[in-house]
């Protein structure tokens, strides 16, 4: 029995090691590709390894295009991801907030409402979106980036929501009999309580920015105003030999800030969403 239960065990993590792999081969592919040179890459694709280790691709990629350094983009994907990152998850609380606790008229409805719109793709809103923007001179700016984080995000609201009515009443009534207003109950006792699932929305929040590649498409024309997806897009160049080396090791930087997010908040990540919709 103890054999046979070794067996399985050095089989299952065999299994998992293999799949790992086969999934993050990509990343190391790319990782190792970024000290290679152009000739090398195409030619010898299936070897993970370089030949010849070449530092120098760092060296270029973060020197950037028309006196543009890649630092720029990497500030302008950090001003966008966490200023929008905190709009959407302190309006999403607000919003989560008055779902859960507070009673006003057409709330089912308007709680209907928010729901559907997690069903809208992107797509279907990018065109009117985008015609708003340009009326109100906008575009070319972090404003359309920026702004709609601050009225709230219906995934976040939902997850908030679910965790609001999860902290029981009582504790709502005995901060009332103590005197706290509504505002004084959120920030002080709801607030603290739903930390984990404000801190799994901060990570979605700071993940799916720092990703995105059409929003910032879509708005920014002006290259001092490009985040780091923009910047990446800069290396292909029909027109002339890409320096594929150099856009490797800028796209395996690119990873560092994700990386180093998720990390350091697994743990925070795996409880929020594990214990979404739990009744206390």
């Known amino acids: 029995m103890r054999r046979s239960k070794m067996i399985r065990m050095f089989l299952f993590h065999l299994i998992t090691l293999l799949f790992g792999y086969i999934m993050l081969y990509p990343l190391l592919w790319m990782f190792f590709s970024s000290f290679k040179d152009n000739s090398e890459i195409f030619l010898n694709a299936h070897e993970l390894l370089p030949k010849r280790w070449l530092f120098k691709n760092y060296v270029d990629g973060w020197k950037g295009f028309a006196g543009y350094p890649f630092s720029v983009f990497f500030k302008n994907s950090f001003i966008v991801t966490v200023i929008g990152t905190i709009g959407a998850v302190i309006s999403s609380a607000i919003v989560a907030y008055g779902f859960a606790r507070c009673k006003f008229k057409g709330k089912g409805f308007w709680f209907g409402c928010m729901i559907l719109t997690m069903l809208l793709p992107y797509q279907v809103v990018m065109i009117p979106q985008y015609i708003m923007f340009q009326k109100l001179g906008w575009v070319n700016s972090f404003k359309p980036l920026l702004v709609p984080a601050f009225l709230g995000q219906p995934f976040f609201i939902f ?34 309580l739903i930390s984990p699932a404000l801190i799994t929305s901060a990570i979605f929040s700071f993940l799916w920015r720092w990703d995105d590649f059409l929003g910032p498409l879509l708005y920014l024309s002006k290259p001092e105003l490009y985040t780091v997806s923009l910047g990446l897009r800069m290396f292909s160049d029909p027109t002339a030999v890409s320096n594929w080396g150099a856009a490797f090791a800028m796209a395996t930087l690119s990873l560092v800030p994700s990386f180093i997010i998720f990390i350091f908040f697994q743990r925070y990540l795996v409880e929020g969403i594990v214990t979404t919709g739990l009744k206390g």
């Open 159 to 192: 997850l908030m929501i679910q965790f609001i009515r999860g902290i029981p009443n009582e504790l709502d009534e005995a901060a009332k009999i103590d005197g706290c207003s509504k505002y004084s109950i959120f920030t002080r006792i709801i607030l603290p």
